[in-house]
């Protein structure tokens, strides 16, 4: 395994693989497997991939290594095929009435920047607005939105019209104030300076909003908060994008993340599980925005067959099993957050915890009063818990996620469960 890190680093330009080295070799269900063939728990869902159980279910599978035998590659962009179709067809009943407009890709930050080329086209608008915080994708349009950490940014500026606003991170307010009592002063911010300083909301083509940050932290913002920046859109004339990349797909008990915010975007989002562990990304449009000019936009790659294929498995089982993945993923989520709640109580460096369904967050401080990060402290609880079994990723600056499969046991959640908590109260001990 070591040999095998050994040569990985003399061949391929640094990533983000510094926390653990963990080598991959196979998986399935609620468990992945390293090269010397040791199990662990997943809590990673492979970077919320695996929604539906590491390496996808048998279902899955197969319906790619059928395509693999009849065609790969269709060059969907300029010829046509039937199965781009169907997954198109299927995905749209899970979809919010209006919407019907599909383009197809290969990552998140390419379902990104499509939404922004749309969006101008749409609009026949210039400026974009994100959030702090945010992580929309690292090509250069995405990464323009993307405000999550200095390093992801760095050297790569300028960047296309993005401005940038205070997300409503209420655990650390950006405006040093405190919800409820604060008015959601961080979106009156937005038409007071943002689109009022930086430019006029009139030449805004569209707001990118995660509805709940991932990289960032996986930070959850008050309901008002978010039907305030639908309000803000609808006012200006700016579309509303939402990026469902690490929060859609059932992970919050509902398909979309904002349904749970009760309001409806212009354009969404997605990939990681959307092909089911095979490279794919979506951007659907409502169907009143129109067309785009041919041309303008397409790709090689968007579409190709067995990632959708795989897709239009996945998206199927999500059909039959709606009412079941929303249930367990609630009653799991729930389980979670309640153990989590009481080692807040516990242990004086958990900070705060947050989340919808099965996209949970850890924030560690020094001490609660003070709130400093302690991020010596999460790189030790990612090292436990990696050590006895557990995977797991970090967010933000001193959060860690917990993000298992959707379908993982109520075992191995236990199991998970008690390897974190013994985790963290060392790292609390070792202060």
């Known amino acids: 395994m070591s040999r095998t890190i050994r040569r990985d680093k003399g061949l391929f330009l640094t990533t983000t693989r510094e926390d653990y080295n963990f080598v991959a070799d196979h998986g399935e269900g609620d468990f992945a497997y390293d090269a010397n063939g040791r199990r662990y728990i997943d809590f990673s869902s492979f970077i919320s991939v695996y929604n539906l159980g590491v390496n996808g279910n048998a279902e899955i599978r197969n319906a790619a290594k059928r395509q ?17 179709v169907q997954f198109a067809e299927e995905m749209l009943k899970l979809l919010p009435r209006g919407f019907g407009r599909f383009f197809l890709s290969n990552s998140g930050t390419e379902a990104n920047e499509a939404a922004m080329k749309f969006s101008r086209l749409f609009t026949k608008r210039q400026y974009f607005l994100a959030f702090y915080n945010a992580f929309h994708g690292r090509t250069m349009g995405s990464l323009g939105m993307t405000a999550s950490k200095a390093v992801q940014r760095e050297h790569f500026g300028p960047f296309p019209n993005v401005v940038h606003a205070p997300f409503a991170y209420c655990y650390r307010c950006p405006l040093k104030l405190k919800y409820p009592d604060c008015g959601i002063a961080c979106a ?19 707001v990118f909003m995660e509805p709940i940050q991932g990289e960032g932290g996986y930070v959850v913002p ?6 305030e920046v639908r309000k803000i859109c609808d ?36 990939a990681k599980s959307v092909g089911g562990g095979l490279p794919m990304g979506v951007t659907v449009t409502r169907r009143s925005l129109g067309d785009i000019p041919s041309g303008s936009h397409a790709n090689t790659f968007g579409g190709n067959l067995v990632a959708v294929a795989a897709a239009l498995a996945a998206v199927r089982h999500v059909m039959r099993n709606r009412a079941k993945l929303s249930a367990m993923t609630r009653e799991k989520g729930r389980a979670i957050t309640k153990r989590l709640e009481s080692m807040k109580e516990s242990y004086e460096i958990v900070g705060d915890v947050r989340g919808i369904g099965l996209s949970i967050g850890v924030e560690f401080v020094k001490t609660k009063e003070g709130k400093e990060p302690a991020v010596r402290e999460k790189q030790r609880i990612l090292d436990y818990c990696f050590k006895n079994g557990l995977l797991l990723l970090p967010a933000g600056e001193s959060t860690i996620r917990l993000i298992p499969p959707l379908t993982i046991s109520h075992a191995s959640l236990e199991r998970g469960m008690d390897i974190f908590e013994d985790a963290v109260k060392a790292a609390n001990a070792g202060r």
């Open 68 to 84: 693999i035998d009849r065609l790969m590659h269709a060059a969907f962009t300029d010829f046509y095929a039937e199965l781009p």
């Open 235 to 270: 006012d200006s004339g700016a579309l509303l994008v939402a990026d469902e990349v690490q929060s859609g797909y059932m992970r919050t008990g509902k398909f979309l993340a904002l349904d749970n915010f009760g309001v409806t975007a212009d354009i969404y989002t997605m």
């Open 188 to 206: 009156d911010y937005i038409r007071k300076y943002t689109m009022s300083k930086d430019a006029s909301g009139r030449e805004f083509a569209a």
């Open 222 to 227: 008050p309901k008002e908060f978010v039907k």
